[in-house]
């Protein structure tokens, strides 16, 4: 499985971004999708997860900001951030977890700087 996260840039605080997960399968079985993040000396955190039957959950500090979706035809998973911080800068990265099994694509950079 390889996951292929885009969409990242620099935003001002307020802004919005909507980075997108592009998978190589069919993610329409896939039990969970999440968005990760890891910012510079900081343990990374989960941002978001969404089931396969659209049951979704968030990290505390994006709860009200941001939303996480997936479209299983075209086999994309994306997080609309809006409302963004300067304490939201990091590498996010999509997660796709297939039984037991963790997959995680190469991340995009989020930056939120005046």
């Known amino acids: 499985v390889q996951l292929q996260a885009s969409g990242g840039g620099l935003v001002q605080p307020g802004g919005s971004l909507r980075p997108s997960c592009a998978a190589s399968?069919?993610?329409?079985?896939?039990?969970?999708m999440a968005w990760y993040r890891q910012a510079p000396g900081k343990q990374g955190e989960l941002v978001a997860s969404?089931?396969?039957?659209?049951?979704?959950n968030y990290g505390d500090s994006v709860k009200g900001r941001f939303t996480i979706s997936r479209d299983n035809a075209k086999r994309m998973v994306y997080l609309q951030m809006n409302s963004l911080k300067p304490a939201d800068t990091a590498v996010y990265y999509c997660?796709?977890?297939?039984?037991?099994?963790?997959?995680r694509g190469q991340g995009t950079l989020v930056t939120v700087s005046s």
């Open positions: 997660n796709a977890l297939i039984g037991l099994i963790s997959y």
């Open positions: 399968v069919s993610i329409s079985s896939i039990k969970v």
């Open positions: 969404i089931t396969s039957g659209g049951s979704t």
